[in-house]
């Protein structure tokens, strides 16, 4: 059985949190910053499908969506989500946790990981 893979940013508060309770738990996985290794545009697709949509993907209470142009907001198509994710990563909610089944989760809190991982 293949391991976790954890995605997100190396000095994310939230994606420290969620590394440490999986190394506190002992749950083997691997991490990749999407900032140095970006995702792409095809899988980040999938993952906006499988969580309900790019809403569910893109994280709009940061500075980074705050930040952006208005006429930036309002992505039409896919390809347009897929570029501004190209372009502004951090937009992207953290951490993603794909799991070795393929199946996509976001954000961390103890509880829901304990649920992830059976712990």
Do not use: I
Request: aromatic fraction near 10%; proline fraction near 8%.
């Amino acid at each position: 059985m293949s391991n976790p893979t954890l995605y997100g940013l190396p000095n994310c508060d939230t994606c420290k949190k969620a590394r440490n309770w999986l190394n506190r738990f002992d749950v083997e996985h691997s991490f990749v910053d999407y900032r140095a290794n970006p995702v792409p545009a095809d899988t980040l697709k999938g993952w906006a499908q499988q969580l309900g949509g790019w809403e569910k993907l893109v994280n709009k209470a940061g500075t980074t969506w705050r930040n952006l142009l208005p006429q930036r907001k309002n992505p039409g198509s896919d390809p347009e989500w897929t570029l501004l994710l190209k372009e502004y990563p951090a937009l992207v909610r953290r951490p993603v946790v794909v799991q070795a089944d393929g199946s996509v989760s976001v954000g961390f809190t103890d509880n829901g990981f304990k649920k992830l991982f059976a712990r």
